[in-house]
């Protein structure tokens, strides 16, 4: 996808047996334990360690991803969770 200057390159990998897209994948497997933006970015980037170390996902696969605004944000759902 390339818009004004930026572009962006999904890359897909077999995890748990099927062909998925790697950012929707980590990203959809731990929204609902997110509570801000911050930790939202932190599960994933501790399911990507955990799946590179088991040998599940390549290093050349592995996202880059950055919040872009403020970190501390509330995911929409997370307010009155109790966490």
């Not at 929204?31 to 932190?42: E, K, Q």
């Amino acid at each position: 996808m390339k818009a004004e200057g930026i572009s962006c390159t999904a890359k897909e990998a077999v995890l748990d047996g099927h062909l998925r897209g790697i950012v929707s994948y980590y990203a959809a497997a731990t929204l609902a334990r997110a509570i801000t933006m911050r930790s939202w970015l932190g599960l994933i980037e501790a399911m990507v360690a955990d799946d590179l170390r088991r040998h599940r996902l390549d290093d050349n696969k592995t996202p880059s991803l950055q919040v872009l605004g403020d970190a501390s944000s509330l995911l929409p759902g997370s307010i009155g969770v109790g966490r």
